[in-house]
Nanobody, 124 residues
């Protein structure tokens, strides 16, 4: 069982930055791939970024490449999402998730544990 708690969301102007954190409970954090997803009002939850259990591979949706960076600290059981050059279209609730390694990383079904989400609002 893994419990996830996100933090770091807030209101920021376009062009600004935020750093999201996701703290995980449990001793098996390092064995999970960790992902960030987001959901805007009236839209489906969508993939943002994933980092493999070893930290050796990362993946991003095209619209955030070059602006967002996912990282993890297995010693602290924490995964991060550094978001720079934020745009109004990045506004959403952001969720972190833990999944079994080797799954199709960009689908919600690959992740078994989810946090409660943190709101990110980017004003124009």
């Amino acid at each position: 069982q893994v419990q996830l708690v996100e933090s770091g969301g807030g209101l920021v102007q376009a062009g600004g930055s935020l750093r999201l954190s996701c703290a995980a409970s449990g001793r098996t954090f390092s064995s999970y791939d960790m992902g960030w997803f987001r959901q805007a009002p009236g839209k489906e939850r969508e993939f943002v970024a994933t980092i493999r259990w070893s930290g050796g591979s990362t993946y991003y949706r095209d619209s955030v490449k070059g602006r967002f960076t996912i990282s993890r600290d297995n010693a602290k059981n924490t995964v991060y999402l550094q978001m720079n050059s934020l745009k109004p279209e990045d506004t959403a609730v952001y969720y972190c998730a833990a999944g079994v390694p080797g799954s199709i990383y960009y689908t919600t079904s690959a992740y078994h544990y989810w946090g409660q989400g943190t709101q990110v609002t980017v004003s124009s």
